[in-house]
């Protein structure tokens, strides 16, 4: 029998990953509720049905579907704004609108492994529902600015591609370009940066348009268009607006968006969008089969792209090391230097730890040295040592270097105050 | 078509669900870290291999289990413990041990849904690897006492019942029980306090003993044995053994386990184990393929039996609903009274908002009353009104209901210092 390996496409958090991931969520939970958005999640399994059609091909190509024991047809979620829909249609009556709704979980894609693509990935989802205005959707555009900020990346490092469907939508039907053409038609402008201009003109020659006229009309939106004024406004008002461009090619893959979608760009590495989103009025009528009629925009960050653009990006760097520093180690460590004292030691540990204080020490008798060394690897900034001078013990500053002589029963008042006081500081106050 | 669902056995966090877990998410994390413990995940997926002979038959016959397009026969995970092992064996040589690590995520099952079961759950695990010593025994039951405390609930409220697997091995063999009837005898054991006495008679027979006998020799272990000696006197020192049980039917159902077992009961409404876990000191060999020899101990908490423990125990509400109001609300409400006021009012929202405060407002025009009961339900302290005075601005204690002018370009200040005074203080210092 071989060892056992992850499943292709999937990936193990070790200590180190996982404090990073935890960061990269309480800075989306942090900025999200500084927004007044609410946390919601939905179940990891939905009716496979709830993805087909809704999504678009892409993403159902890509499912993770099989059918359970009970003979139903059951998805992995590869997103999780269907769910959302399913959800606030459902319950919609018991919240107030607008209802400003976030979700921080796994999502699925059966896609090939690749720099910046994993089969399972985390996602930030932040949707306001219930609310049509350009209001909404400058919310969310600030917020999805907020976040990079929060992650130290800043105006140098990123920036927003935004469009808005509908210009498209009303070039098409002053070209008179039939509707069964509208989702091919966006299919080429989704691709029209990478792909070769004489592909782009022959497969527009299908819908009656010249490569020409299409051009044009995207220089002239990206110049300006009266149908980002609203937003402009809003986000100009916020010292916002300097983090976005409108840009014409900006259409999004997915079949559900009516109105503003936007992306979010790295700067200097060229790496895929870190987030991306818009407007979906249609989809919880959709999705309720036409019960609930609650305009909706939104948009989701993943934790893959982010993850390696955090890494390129040394402005990036401090609010990760000490988040890191915070959250891999301990505050003290307790030596044993006398077995004779493992039980006052034990007790000062539960009462350390009972105050709050995070407090490590050896389990089983060690040299004295080796537990040091474990006090030292697990960056505790003291050292409590429990001796010959028990009912007194050693408390050791390990940065400082400094030591003092405390009375066993005091430790707990004693360390909590020292705790409170600069490192490099005195011991005690 | 129907409306959408969630598939059978699957549950929707809406925002008050999503904050009752991130209660118990945060708390688990805190006290896990508060002993030293550190973060890691693993992916939800794993080969089905992982898990057959080495969960047991009750957890295989409850697998999530099905082909991936690339005919890979995966499962989704039912229980964290197998990764663990595969995980920490495969990058041992990197941490020093013993290594206490801990885990919070999904795991899930197919069983009937019912009270305190559903197909999709929450776990806490912590386990520490590469220690043989009682003194990781105690540390993990401390740590869950430690958690069942943290969230109020208390001494009258549960027990941990504890023993050890090798109190029963050693009866065997001192029976001359052959090998091969250890695990049927284990199972009659695991469900002696359910079974009807002449049930469980019939059954012991086959294995060549009386129920007389296997009761006695309970009675004899419940009342002492010299195998707990030392995990009662590192528990005692931690004046914790007060929590603890010796309970000589507890066996725990996974084929992994080789000394002290564990599960955590509440006392007073007959629910399922909240926690339960034990020594498996032969796992990471095996899972390894014997090339790592890792003694190991753990537990695991779900999510389900202790929220419903939770909603049961009145000393846990307080916790509950304090981290609540945190969570669901917002510090302030900016009143937009006069829209040509607008964009400073948005000014105002973001450079609070980036001062970390946590802030709301109506993202279209809507007349002042609402926006105070959008104030209100939002549990905001207060409410900043712009309208005619601007460029100052009303800033309203909505609790005290005290109010006073102040200068826009002073507001982010102003609020700063309001929201660390008392509630029902004075509005300004």
């Known amino acids: 029998m071989a060892n ?18 935890n960061y990269i969520f309480d800075t989306w939970r942090q900025v999200a509720r500084r927004y007044g958005f609410v946390e919601y999640e939905g179940p990891v399994i939905e009716s496979t049905d709830l993805y087909k059609k809704k999504s678009g091909d892409e993403i159902t190509a890509q499912l993770f579907c099989f059918e359970d024991k009970g003979g139903r047809d059951i998805s992995l979620r590869p997103e999780v704004t269907p769910t959302l829909a399913r959800m606030a249609t459902a319950r919609q009556r018991d919240y107030k609108k607008p209802m400003k709704w976030f979700q921080v979980g796994s999502c699925f894609r ?27 959707d400058a919310e969310l555009v600030a ?28 070039f098409l039907m002053e070209k008179n370009v039939p509707e069964e053409h509208w989702t091919t ?20 020659s299908k819908t009656g348009l010249t490569l020409e006229e299409v051009r044009g009309f995207m220089a002239s939106v990206d110049g300006g268009h009266p149908i980002f004024a ?62 609930v009629d609650m305009p909706s925009a939104g948009f989701a960050m993943g934790d893959v792209v982010l993850g390696i653009l955090l890494s390129k990006t040394p402005g990036a760097q401090m609010g990760i090391t000490e988040y ?20 006052p030691a ?28 474990a006090a030292e690897s697990q960056k505790a900034r003291f050292a409590v040592v429990f001796g010959a001078e028990y009912p007194q013990v050693q408390l050791k500053n390990l940065v400082s270097r400094e030591q003092a002589l405390v009375a066993a029963d005091a430790l707990v008042a004693t360390l909590q105050e020292a705790l409170k006081l600069p490192v490099m500081g005195p011991l005690i106050a």
Chains 1, 2 share one sequence.
């Not at 917020?143 to 498209?168: C, H, P, Y």
């Not at 034990?346 to 060394?373: I, N, T, W, Y």
């Open 185 to 204: 038609f966006l299919s080429i402008i989704d691709k029209i940066e990478r792909a070769r201009p004489e592909d782009t003109a022959e497969k527009l």
């Open 324 to 343: 890191l520093n915070a959250q891999m180690g301990v505050e003290a460590y307790v030596v044993v230097a006398d077995e004779a004292q493992r039980g």
């Open 230 to 291: 609203s937003l402009r406004a809003d986000l100009e008002a916020r010292d916002l607006w300097k983090y976005v461009r409108i840009d014409a090619t900006i259409v999004r893959g997915l079949a559900y968006y009516t109105g503003m979608v936007f992306e979010v760009f790295d700067l200097k590495h060229g790496l895929r969008a870190v987030a991306g989103g818009g407007r979906y009025d249609k989809l919880c009528a959709l999705i309720s089969d036409g019960g």
């Open 110 to 136: 059966y896609e090939e492994p690749q720099e910046g693509r994993s089969r399972e990935f985390i996602q930030f989802n932040a949707d306001i529902l219930g609310d049509a205005g350009q209001g909404s």
């Open 4 to 21: 056992f390996r992850t499943v292709k496409g999937f990936r193990d958090l070790f200590p180190e990953d996982c404090a990073l991931r």
């Open 143 to 170: 917020l999805a600015v907020d976040v990079m900020l929060a992650f130290g990346i800043k105006a140098e490092d990123f920036t927003i591609r935004l469009s808005n469907r509908q210009i498209w939508t009303q």
């Open 346 to 373: 034990l007790a000062a540990v539960q009462a350390l730890r009972s105050a709050g204080v995070k407090v490590d020490f050896s389990m089983s008798a060690q040299k004295v040295g080796k537990q040091f060394q």
